[in-house]
């Protein structure tokens, strides 16, 4: 039976990959905020100590609010450098990913195309896409895949959270409808049912035909 | 019964993708170049008339051999412009693929990063890149997806003719093997199967971690 | 006295660019469509025989007027994949740059963004670039540097060509203006006037901000 | 006459463009490490208290050692949070730049195609991408251009510091030679001396031909 831990894996797209890979007959490990706090390094190292070694690990978390380039203070970038970044990077520092594995990480579409409201994430987590990019090649020779999800606009609190009229939103997209956590959360586990491997180091845009960069 | 067709489906690639769709029940015709040479307008053009319609449409193809640029003439190019590019753009301007359907492209690699002897296919299938990207927000509003996979060295007889020591590519690699044809068509038949539809508009790197760029 | 040719420098862009190189003593031959059409490859071939060599190139053209995909036909695609595309690569396999020279390609930021109306331009201007990032590391070989300039929305016959309200562009777009030709032409001056040779094999987005994509 | 601020400006790349920019009649304030040290924020808030304003603003800074992944320690990632991104940032939020002015930030090849040895460097300095990116969005409605250069292998103390035999490097390289600080020197004093304003929002690889992706 594989062990999975889905970091923030309590409600959204974390929660969707959780399930899925429940229904794989995985033993998942979920956490909510509340359990671990990936912007709390102390936090982090605790969970990780508890958590040494996995068979899958996804690497996912919820962003800042919206903010502007000139309100953003010196807590926040602090804050979600560790959230966004710096947390993610010590589980890979301490976490022992088996052979075989695989690491997912949930980013986000702003990574290519950066949002002026959300300047913290959009940095951040393409900061971590270039360690990831990096480490892929690494985990190559012991068997483990590094995939990351780059999620559009989703159905989950989140978006509501940042505001904005859904239906407005929904009417603008070419698939007319935000993104179902569901889509992702099969994705990922056809992934590991069907033992998809060569599939590494690579960052997939799951946006509903949105983004407009050609690659 | 969903109903598929594979260009240049009988062998590599092309052939594990049909037969995963196979496998999913689905009603597949499989092309081989001597039923199908998208190279010759005419004949996609015949092809398009007794295969007016489909729900899921892979479009595959192989590629020229290896040429340096200053060898390569203008047969050379417009074959290959036809086969490459041409032929897959005929196909969908009159082809009717049905809402709720899928288009799968398999480019490769060197769309993102180019590779001097293989400068027509890198150039072509970027091209097409193009094509397929903007076609996405088109097809979005009937609910069709648009993959473009993109893969690295793969274990076909195109790999092979290709030349060179296999056994030091693969050493050469970061996964230390070629990828199996049987990972794209497990990918692609997962796809189908889970009805996964917000990924679309998107290049896929499947390259078992070789590629450089960050993105 | 260095010697340059400029393709389709008769104006727009093109005729800033044979310009400025004028102005830095340079023995400029710049063509017009009448002069030079690089759709006709024949005519292509009868220019380089006349013009077998040159210091500096300027590899500009035309784009094809808006078309939506399903109204492009056979001719359209043939026609601007010589205009575009293959002009231009038998230019650069007949044409001698000497060492130390440059090439620089007018491109057009719908190579990184396509664009729905401009799916010809988008295409071939992109097949083209890979095409001239290859070549780059062979050209480094003889000091020959290879520049790619990714025009956004400029002030010329083309951009009015191509229809809309201009004053509303310019309203939408970050510097509330279009770009006038003369900053392209400054450009390419200042980089032959410093002698800057380490700048190759790059396409610079040449857009005021308006692409959003990261890099 | 214009103001410009060169930060780490004493040597290198940041030296040649701090003397080009001198070359034009500007006022130039360049710091060296010891005077500026933007991985302490204190520091870096005090020297925007007393250069508060500037027509010009380079923003270039060292990088760290290099180090595997597995062996960064905390005070590592903090301190080249400051100096490759959050210092940055402070001096963005905290400096005027004067309309019509320019923002040239130099990060590194690396931001595009990361490398192992450099991952803290491949990380922080794309994450600073993404916000000047964003930036100069908001920006341009004053007439101010951001350009990002991203350096391949230059002749500077830096690349002596990261070892390796430069001969065998330069061997490896497609023009057979590092990059000239003086090229980019020369590159940024153009820029400034044409007033060429349309370039901004870009990432410009300046590296001779060495990277191999497309884009």
Chains 1, 2, 3, 4 share one sequence.
């Not at 990351?148 to 606009?153: H, K, S, V």
Request: net charge neutral; hydrophobic share 35%; proline share 3%.
């Amino acid at each position: 039976m594989k062990k999975a831990i889905v970091i923030a894996g309590s409600r959204g797209i974390g929660k969707a990959i959780s399930d899925s890979l429940e229904s794989l007959d995985c033993k998942v490990i979920s956490t909510s905020q509340k359990e671990l706090d990936t912007s709390n390094l102390e936090n982090v190292k605790e969970f990780t100590k508890k958590n040494s070694e996995t068979d899958i690990l996804v690497l996912n978390t919820g962003g800042p609010p919206g903010k502007k380039f000139s309100e953003i203070n010196e807590e926040d970038w602090q804050k979600y450098h560790n959230q966004l970044f710096l947390g993610f990077c010590t589980i890979l520092q301490k976490m022992k990913i088996n052979d075989g594995g695989y690491i997912f990480v949930i980013t986000s579409g702003v990574i290519k195309e950066p949002d002026e409201s959300l300047i913290i994430s959009s940095a951040y987590r393409l900061a971590f896409t270039s360690v990831i990019k990096l480490l892929s090649k690494t985990y190559a020779e012991k068997n483990i895949s590094c995939i990351n999800i780059a999620p559009g606009p989703f159905n989950t609190d989140r978006t509501k959270e940042l505001g904005g009229n859904i239906e407005e939103i929904e009417k603008s997209l070419p698939m007319k409808r935000l993104g179902e956590p569901k889509e992702i959360g099969n994705f990922v586990k056809a992934i590991v049912e069907y033992n998809i491997k060569y599939l590494s180091g690579v960052t997939i845009n799951f946006d509903g035909a949105l983004s407009n960069y050609v690659l």
